[in-house]
Every structure is written in structure tokens, then in C-alpha cells.
């Protein structure tokens, strides 16, 4: 199992920035990439950036040339820069771990962190 906690969310002007974090602890070596989807009412969690453990990033155009993923494996943690930060961006946002299990899948959730942009 893979236990994931995130922290940095909050409340910011547009055009701030935040930043998350994401540590994970427990069977880490079985983790094949690590991301950030984001959800509010109504709508359907979207993927905002994911890295894979070889450093492979991939991110949705909404937050592309804003939002950066990186990762410090020495301490298991995954972060999220978020510049330029728009109103449109509040949301819970949630740290994910996509892991090996046998020959499929399976994903791991963080508890969320809620980030709220004011305009």
C-alpha cells in the first residue's frame, strides 16, 4: 500500500502562486508515476500534471507555461508550482500515485487540499 499526504493548498489573489506538496511513504518502489487532479462541484476530476518515475511530465493545456511538477525522490515527494494563478484554477486538489500491482494497476489518493484563487 501507498500512503500519500499532501499539504500547501489555500487562499490566493489571482496571479499568486502556491505551491503543493505530496509525500508518499509505504511501497513506494511499486509507484510508476505521480500526479495532480483537481475537482469542483459538479465537474469531473481532471488531470493537472503527472510525472513519471523517470521524469516524463505531462500536463493539461489549461495550466501549461503555468503550473510546473517536479519530484524529489530522496524524500518521496512530488511537488506543484502554481503561478499566475486564476479564479478558474479553485479547486480540492488531489495528489495521486499510480503503482504496479502484479501485472495491472492501481491508484492511490491523497486526502485533498483545497486551493482557492480570488479575483
Known amino acids: 500500500q501507498v500512503q500519500l499526504v499532501e499539504s500547501g493548498g489555500g487562499l490566493v489573489q489571482a496571479g499568486g502562486s502556491l505551491r503543493l506538496s505530496c509525500t508518499a511513504s509505504?511501497?513506494?518502489?511499486?509507484?510508476?508515476?505521480m500526479g495532480w487532479y483537481r475537482q469542483t462541484p459538479g465537474k469531473q476530476r481532471e488531470l493537472v500534471a503527472a510525472?513519471?518515475?523517470?521524469?516524463?511530465?505531462n500536463y493539461a493545456d489549461s495550466v501549461k507555461g503555468r503550473f510546473t511538477i517536479s519530484r524529489d525522490n530522496a524524500k518521496n515527494t512530488v511537488y506543484l508550482q502554481m503561478n499566475s494563478l486564476k479564479p478558474e484554477d479553485t479547486a480540492v486538489y488531489c495528489c495521486?500515485?499510480?503503482?504496479?500491482?502484479?501485472?495491472?494497476?492501481?491508484?492511490?489518493w491523497g486526502q485533498g487540499t483545497q486551493v482557492t484563487v480570488s479575483s
Open positions: 495521486n500515485a499510480d503503482t504496479f500491482v502484479g501485472w495491472g494497476s492501481y491508484d492511490y
Open positions: 509505504g511501497s513506494i518502489f511499486s509507484i510508476k508515476a
Open positions: 510525472i513519471t518515475s523517470g521524469g516524463i511530465t
